[in-house]
């Protein structure tokens, strides 16, 4: 495992398949809940596990070596423009709010280098997930989709092409 970030007991570094199953044991409420509604009877660490396997880049944000986050991204078409990107997080990633965001900020403009535009779609019930988002520099596409009479909002960062330098 690679070594991307490590301050002050904060470390980010590339994940592994077994990461599965310490996030599914401390996954947050609201991330099980959407994972739920979008793959009834699935266990949370099977598909945790199938994200990091088909992601082209997978990472993991722990705190004093507790695992916090698990976050990556992976590609509709090998040759694509577009990626899919998907975290989920334990409740224990409030401790590090400011770190957290800062982090998620510098990845999103190393994964938007790879691909000018990730996407996904979050729980319309998952506030939190929904301001960060939005902290994040999202867009909300006014598209969404129904899994079990749940509504799941389609987000869209795109990459920067310096419209706004001089």
């Not at 099980?32 to 699935?42: F, N």
């Not at 694509?80 to 989920?88: I, K, M, P, S």
Request: charged share 25%; with cysteine; glycine share 4%.
């Amino acid at each position: 495992m690679t070594t991307l970030y490590e301050k002050n007991q904060i470390r980010l570094r590339t994940a592994c398949v077994k990461d599965a199953t310490s996030l599914a044991a401390v996954l947050r409420q609201k991330d099980q809940e959407e994972l739920a509604a979008v793959w009834p009877g699935a266990l949370p660490e099977k598909l945790i596990s199938r994200f990091i396997k088909i992601s082209s880049v997978a990472v993991a944000l722990t705190h004093e070596e507790k695992l916090v986050a698990l976050g990556g991204i992976y590609p509709f078409a090998w040759l694509g423009h577009r990626a899919c990107v998907w975290l989920l997080t334990a409740e224990e990633v409030e401790k590090i709010p400011v770190t957290f965001v800062k982090l998620a900020k510098r990845l999103l403009q190393v994964w938007l280098a790879r691909y000018p535009v990730l996407t996904n779609r979050v729980d319309e019930r998952y506030l939190a997930a929904q301001r960060l988002v939005n902290r994040l520099g999202g867009e909300w596409t006014g598209n969404s989709t129904l899994h079990r009479n749940i509504r799941f909002l389609e987000f869209i960062f795109r990459r920067n092409y310096g419209r706004n330098c001089n």
